[in-house]
């Protein structure tokens, strides 16, 4: 697993999702800080440690946030991460499904079936590990 910055906790507080699910989608994503991947079918670009379409830089402008920030600052990059797939949780109150349109969009979601099983796979991992580390030792 990639290692994450205390950040993810706050984004998963804040957005009331589990840290796993966050370290699960930010491990089949796969970016880094300043990386830019694409262009996609549709000519836009992901960004960051969470992969961030570029299609979401006009609503963040609104909060005040610029492609520099999406692109530069990890933790930015993940609570916006995070607060996407909250949305989509809220819309669809399914894990997979909201992993689904985390990636493909949320009038796409058949597009995001594979990548959703790999968010899934992942994020059952790492609950397995920490309920492991939370059984006493005899």
């Known amino acids: 697993?990639?290692?994450?910055?205390?950040?993810?906790?706050?984004?998963?507080?804040?957005?009331?999702?589990?840290?796993?699910?966050?370290?699960?989608?930010?491990t089949i994503e796969g970016g880094r800080r300043g990386q830019m991947v694409g262009p996609n079918r549709n000519g836009t670009?992901?960004?960051g440690p969470m992969q961030i379409n570029t299609?979401?830089?006009p609503e963040l402008a609104k909060h005040?946030?610029?492609k520099h920030d999406v692109l530069n600052d990890t933790c930015t990059n993940i609570a916006i991460g995070a607060w996407i797939y909250r949305q989509e949780l809220n819309k669809f109150r399914d894990y997979e499904?909201?992993?689904?349109?985390?990636n493909?969009?949320?009038?796409?979601?058949?597009?995001?079936?594979?990548?959703?099983?790999?968010?899934?796979?992942?994020?059952r991992r790492l609950l397995s590990?920490?309920?492991a580390a939370r059984e006493p030792v005899e």
């Open 55 to 57: 299609i979401w830089l």
């Open 64 to 66: 005040g946030i610029s």
């Open 1 to 26: 697993m990639l290692d994450l910055p205390p950040c993810v906790e706050q984004a998963a507080e804040v957005y009331q999702l589990p840290v796993e699910i966050i370290q699960a989608i930010h």
């Open 45 to 47: 670009y992901d960004m």
């Open 129 to 131: 590990r920490r309920e």
């Open 104 to 123: 493909a969009g949320p009038s796409n979601i058949g597009a995001g079936r594979k990548y959703a099983r790999k968010v899934m796979s992942v994020f």
């Open 97 to 102: 499904l909201a992993a689904a349109a985390y």
